[in-house]
C-alpha cells in the first residue's frame, strides 16, 4: 500500500462524483460576496467618523455658551452677577453700608442701613450707575433706588384693625 491508502499494484481507482465535485470547486475561482451596504442615517448612528461631529465631546465652557446663547440668559446672567461682585462695583466702603435688593425693569433697589447713608447713596447714584454699566454691559440698570432702613412689619394676615399700633419708635 501506499501513503495515501490505495494498492501500490494497480491503477488508481475512476473518481466518485464527490470527488469530481470537490476537485471542480477547488479549482474554480474563489466567489466574491459582497456584502449590501446599509445606509445608516447619520442622526442614529451610535458612533463619529473621522471628522469632527457635533456628537464628539467638547469643553463645558463651550457647551454652556452655546446653552446660554440658545436659551437667550445672556442678560439673566449680566444682572445675576450685580450681587455677587457689589463690593467690586461699588467699593468696599458703600458695600459696607448698602446692599442691592431687587433688579426690576433695569431700576435697582438698594437699601442703606441708615438714613443718612442712603441720602448719601442717592447723591452717588450718578457714578454707581456708570460703573455698573462698565460691569455688567449698558442699559442693564438705568435707575438706583435707594431707600433707608425700614421698621418690622407688625400687621400679619389679611385683617387690619385701625389705629396707632405699637407704641414703639424705629429708625
Same mark, same amino acid.
Not at 79 to 104: D, M, N
Not at 122 to 145: D, F, N
Given at each position: 500500500?501506499?501513503?495515501?491508502?490505495?494498492?501500490?499494484?494497480?491503477p488508481?481507482?475512476?473518481?466518485? +462524483?464527490?470527488?469530481?465535485? @470537490?476537485?471542480?470547486? &477547488? !479549482?474554480?475561482?474563489?466567489?466574491?460576496?459582497? &456584502?449590501? !451596504?446599509?445606509?445608516?442615517?447619520?442622526?442614529? !448612528?451610535?458612533?463619529?467618523?473621522?471628522?469632527?461631529?457635533?456628537?464628539?465631546? +467638547?469643553?463645558?465652557?463651550?457647551?454652556?455658551?452655546?446653552?446660554?446663547q440658545?436659551?437667550?440668559?445672556?442678560?439673566?446672567?449680566?444682572?445675576?452677577?450685580?450681587?455677587?461682585?457689589?463690593?467690586?462695583?461699588?467699593?468696599?466702603?458703600?458695600?459696607?453700608?448698602?446692599?442691592?435688593?431687587r433688579?426690576?425693569?433695569?431700576?435697582?433697589?438698594c437699601?442703606?442701613?441708615?438714613? +443718612?447713608?442712603?441720602?448719601?447713596i442717592?447723591?452717588?447714584?450718578?457714578?454707581?450707575?456708570?460703573? @455698573?454699566?462698565?460691569?455688567?454691559?449698558?442699559?442693564?440698570v %438705568?435707575?438706583? !433706588?435707594?431707600?433707608?432702613? %425700614?421698621?418690622?412689619?407688625?400687621?400679619?394676615?389679611? @385683617?387690619?384693625?385701625t389705629?396707632?399700633?405699637?407704641?414703639?419708635?424705629?429708625?
Amino acid at each position: 500500500m501506499s501513503d495515501d491508502g490505495r494498492p501500490a499494484d494497480g491503477p488508481p481507482p475512476p473518481p466518485t +462524483a464527490g470527488r469530481r465535485l @470537490l476537485d471542480r470547486a &477547488r !479549482q474554480a475561482p474563489p466567489v466574491v460576496r459582497r &456584502r449590501r !451596504q446599509r445606509r445608516v442615517d447619520p442622526d442614529d !448612528q451610535p458612533w463619529s467618523g473621522a471628522g469632527a461631529d457635533a456628537r464628539d465631546p +467638547a469643553a463645558l465652557g463651550d457647551s454652556l455658551s452655546a446653552l446660554v446663547q440658545e436659551r437667550k440668559w445672556e442678560d439673566a446672567l449680566r444682572t445675576a452677577g450685580i450681587p455677587a461682585r457689589w463690593e467690586q462695583i461699588v467699593g468696599a466702603e458703600i458695600a459696607a453700608h448698602c446692599r442691592p435688593e431687587r433688579l426690576e425693569d433695569a431700576t435697582l433697589t438698594c437699601v442703606a442701613e441708615s438714613t +443718612a447713608w442712603a441720602t448719601q447713596i442717592r447723591l452717588l447714584s450718578r457714578t454707581i450707575l456708570e460703573r @455698573l454699566a462698565s460691569e455688567v454691559g449698558p442699559g442693564v440698570v %438705568t435707575k438706583v !433706588q435707594v431707600h433707608g432702613p %425700614t421698621a418690622p412689619d407688625w400687621r400679619h394676615g389679611p @385683617l387690619r384693625v385701625t389705629g396707632r399700633g405699637p407704641r414703639d419708635t424705629y429708625g
